[in-house]
């Protein structure tokens, strides 16, 4: 049925690019049906920026797929999908297409910007002919005008020297540029529509800050209405017109993008926005935190010693090594938290590496609670091991699959001999599940029972199981959702005050690191280029590129983050000058 | 209108591992899982109560009322007729499963412990013995099975095949053969969950290295074993088979074998004497089948890319709870310590 009906009866309609009605969306499972979707309209006018924001699971991405009919086999839809090609010449109903018609309009009338660029392209072809590959789809071009178009579409989406770079492989571009040409990808048919899904989230915040422009400018110059699917709600507050938020399969409200941040109607919109950190919210705590420690903490010996400390990777057979960490030099005192803020690649989760004994120094000198790590051996340092406590940072795979919570967190008590088996320690356990709030009757699930958030604080209790005094949380928050993350940080504050060790808190976002340490310190390219307390790195940050992370990192406020925008690039232009 | 994500509690019946498969397979793998079975256990009833369903012994020339007679076709006191021996085909082809078992249960005893072992300690260890080990592994893959299985078998009986020697030889050359194979396996998952997050974690908490090894590595690489102990089982029998018909196999006073049988039924084949070769035939096809599709459907039952499932009726389905604040606001209750996921805890205790 290729329903070419006019939908001009409806005046708002007849200027939608794509609108939904009720869809519903149900998945078979080894535990029956599941419904994704459940009675979602939306309307997206043409050149307009439309986010679907909600935690995972929430249906947003099956919503978003199922406009370009990318539903899995094991899904059945209900509802309408009526989309419409650019010139508003044709209309169809993606649900009730065939496979043959679904691939005339995927490229053409609407198409898609994934989350990882780096699995997206394919490595073994140039990008210029997979940037073609969508040209040979729905016309026939010349090989000569399939690369003339390749070479305009990558210019025009900021990739420098396009004449050259239309021949490079994949792994020759940053994930940055990745990103660039996969969007070039998307638009070199120039759809109406784009559904991008997740597009900034496995780049860096400054990375993530041009790409937003650019999606702007497809947008602004290209005339493309967006679908913005994303979880951050700082990048729907630089780039969209409208926010559809959705809770458990259905749309809970729909607003345009001012309306919604500065007067959210639904109870659910307004706990999401409430669980954002913003900068500047962990100021008072650290007051607190200082003043109530005594006058001779800042001359006891520091929990950890690092002195120009050096980590190197070795390299392939005949290459230099890789240098993940160069001269850095930091301390942290007993019941400090210090705060390791850098993008990815700068070194910060070797640095936790290196402290946890997970990793060999290089030279320098690294001191962990008395004990030189700098050619350490095993068995001496086993000992010191029930003092330090290691949070991961994806709490899926940080658990034996087959072992119980309970058994899971109890594995140090029995290898440091404070319990004979998992059943003399079960008290202790039953203990510190409630000490991290859950309930003890979670010690007997399985770690894939638990949601995300209550497995990282199932990880949070094995750290504190033997009391120790220092602990590592490498990126504990990045695999959650924003109002799970809420709590956890909530949780790892209440634990770091009664319990008071020393730690080590590494994370890739500003906002984080402000609300828990009490001192910051960045790293960039593996050196420490700025270290203070969380006012004076935040406050007035003095390195440049602590002034642009800064900058580049959006703030959930349409109207601040739009002043915001003007000072990055102001800050750019000064850079580049 | 929402629920937990949570398979139901099951019975200890469908719990018990094959059943659980049957009952979550449909269409065309639980036919070929259903089939598997079926013939896998009518094999292991005949190869364990030989003794009873079998008329004669598989030595057996004579009854009161005298000699069988050799090449009679089937009648009612030989149901598959007899040998050019003068033995009873029917009586051989069940006395011959339970060789074939045997040789099985042997084989996969002797390689599985061993190759495991191997694994682990290769993947899990690295450097210069896993480079030793691989090697040694990849260079036994270079040889011809039957070859190994006609050295054995010299070398354990010195060609005199009794029942143990013959038995042993077939178990020993698939030993050989397939220790690489788990060995390999092993190696491999052992080398993807040596990087895993809960190995590490286990690390920085001073686990000791055979803990790691056997409490966190072991038990999460085993996933695909059935599949290769099912292919080993098979090679086993074929292996037997190829041994007995080469004449390196059993002698018929010490077991019945399947594959001596084929052999001396080579020449009745030509003069129209089907009886000898079809039973005997029939029956390696059948044991080597029925254990291949448990094994086949197994491993694709394992994998929730493969394995099939019913359709659902459109828009069917309850919304599965996601959030972990379900509907509570973040701010509820006491913040921190003083507990407020006891919302969610006894909401599900209710449940």
Not at chain 1, 125 to 141: D, F, K, M, N, P
Not at chain 2, 32 to 42: E, P
Request: glycine content about 10%; charged content about 20%; aromatic content about 6%.
């Amino acid at each position: 049925m290729t329903d070419s009906k006019s939908v001009a009866a409806d005046g708002r309609a007849a200027r939608d690019i794509v609108s939904i009605t009720d869809l519903e969306v149900s998945f078979s499972t080894d535990v029956g049906a599941i419904k994704a979707v459940d009675g979602v309209s939306l309307h997206v006018a043409a050149g307009e920026v439309l986010a679907i924001v909600g935690e995972s699971g929430s249906g947003k991405t099956v919503t978003a797929k199922s406009i370009l009919g990318l539903l899995p086999e094991t899904a059945t839809a209900r509802g309408a999908i009526v989309l419409s090609n650019r010139g508003n010449t044709t209309t169809n109903d993606v649900l009730s297409l065939s496979k043959k018609q679904l691939r005339g309009i995927r490229g053409s009338d609407v198409s898609m910007v994934f989350q990882e660029p780096s699995t997206a392209l394919n490595p073994v072809y140039t990008v210029g002919w997979q940037i073609a590959e969508g040209l040979r789809a729905h016309g026939s071009y010349s090989r000569a005008e399939a690369k003339a178009k390749a070479i305009e579409i990558l210019g025009r989406v900021g990739i420098p020297d396009p004449k050259t770079r239309v021949n490079y492989y994949p792994h020759q571009f940053s994930g940055g540029q990745k990103q660039r040409v996969v969007i070039a990808q998307a638009l070199v048919l120039e759809p109406g529509l784009i559904v991008a899904d997740e597009p900034t989230t496995a780049l860096d915040v400054t990375v993530q800050a041009e790409i937003l422009d650019l999606l702007r400018r497809c947008r602004d110059e290209f005339g493309t209405a967006i679908v913005l699917i994303t979880h951050n709600m700082g990048v729907v507050a630089d780039l969209a017109d409208r926010v559809a938020v959705m809770y458990q399969g259905e749309v809970v409200e729909e607003a345009d993008a001012v309306t919604l941040f500065s007067n959210p109607q639904n109870d659910y919109t307004k706990r999401l926005l409430a669980s954002v950190p913003h900068i500047g919210q962990g100021v008072l705590q650290t007051a607190e935190r200082a003043s109530g420690r005594e006058a001779t903490w800042a001359s006891a010996a520091p929990v950890v010693t690092a002195a120009n400390l050096r980590i190197e990777y070795p390299g392939r057979f005949g290459r230099s090594p890789f240098v993940a960490v160069d001269g850095v030099s930091f301390e942290i005192r007993a019941g400090e938290v210090l705060g390791l803020v850098g993008e990815s690649g700068s070194g910060k989760t070797t640095i936790g590496r290196a402290i946890g004994g997970l990793t060999k120094v290089t030279s320098g000198s690294l001191k962990v609670l008395g004990h030189e790590m700098n050619g350490v051996r095993e068995r001496v340092f086993k000992k010191t091991r029930a003092d330090i406590g290691f949070v991961f940072q994806d709490p899926a795979s940080s658990f034996n699959p087959l072992l119980t919570i309970a058994e899971c967190v109890a594995e140090p008590l029995i290898i440091h001999g404070r319990a004979r088996d998992p059943r003399t320690a079960r008290k202790r356990v039953d203990e510190l599940l409630e000490a991290v709030q859950l309930p003890a009757s979670f010690g007997d699930r399985y770690p894939h029972e638990l949601s995300g958030g209550q497995r990282q604080r199932a990880s949070l209790a094995r750290a504190i199981a033997l009391e120790p005094s220092l602990l590592i949380a490498d990126e504990p928050t990045s695999a959650l959702d924003v109002s799970v993350q809420a709590r956890v940080l909530e949780l790892f504050a209440d634990l770091q005050r009664e319990f008071g060790f020393a730690a080590l808190f590494i994370s890739h976002d500003l906002a984080v690191v402000d609300l828990l340490a009490d001192r910051i310190a960045v790293l960039y390219h593996g050196e420490l280029v700025e270290e203070g307390t969380g006012a004076e790195v935040l406050g007035a940050p003095k390195h440049r590129y602590t002034q642009r992370l800064l900058a580049s990192l959006p703030v959930p406020d349409p109207i601040e983050q739009a002043a915001r925008r003007e000072a990055l690039h102001a800050l750019r232009a000064a850079e580049l000058s | 209108m929402s629920v937990e994500l949570k398979p139901r509690k099951q019975s200890v019946i469908s719990r018990l591992p094959v059943l659980h498969q049957l009952r979550q397979s449909v269409g065309l793998q639980r036919g070929m899982l259903v089939a598997g079975l079926v013939i896998t256990t009518v094999y292991v009833i005949c190869a364990v109560f030989a003794q009873w369903i079998a008329p004669y012994g598989f030595a057996q020339l004579r009854d009161a009322s005298g000699p069988f007679g050799s090449q009679q076709p089937p009648s009612p006191a030989h149901i598959w007729g007899t040998t050019v021996g003068g033995y009873d085909v029917f009586s051989r082809v069940i006395w011959g499963a339970q060789t074939a078992l045997e040789v099985m249960i042997v084989a996969i005893i002797f390689s599985i412990f061993i190759g495991v072992f191997l694994g682990l300690v290769s993947g899990y260890l690295g450097g210069w013995l896993d480079r030793v080990l691989v090697v040694v592994a990849d260079a036994i893959y270079a040889f011809p099975s039957l070859l190994l299985a006609i050295v054995m078998s010299i070398v354990i009986s010195g060609g005199q095949s009794s029942l143990y020697g013959g038995i042993l030889a077939a178990a020993i050359s698939i030993t050989v053969v397939y220790i690489p194979q788990y060995f390999r396996v092993i190696r491999s998952e052992a080398v993807r969950i040596k990087s895993e997050a809960f190995v590490e974690s286990a690390m920085v908490i001073g686990a000791s290295t055979p803990r790691i090894m056997f409490r966190h590595v072991l038990r999460n690489s085993t996933r695909t074993l059935p599949l290769i102990f099912t292919l080993n089982a098979s090679e086993a029998v074929l292996t037997l088979a190829g041994l007995g018909f080469l004449g390196f196999g059993i002698e018929p006073t010490a077991a019945a074998e399947w594959g001596y049988d084929l052999n001396k039924s080579l020449s009745d084949v030509t003069s129209g004497i089907w009886w000898t070769a079809i039973f005997p035939g029939i029956a390696i096809v059948l044991s080597v089948l029925g254990v291949t599709l448990v094994g086949e459907s197994l491993n694709d039952l394992a994998d929730p890319r493969l394995r099939g499932r019913r359709a659902v009726a459109a828009a069917s389905g309850s919304v599965a709870l996601t959030s972990v604040v379900p509907g509570g606001p973040l701010e509820a209750g006491p913040g921190g310590l003083a507990g407020l996921e006891d919302t969610e805890g006894e909401a599900d205790r209710d449940r």
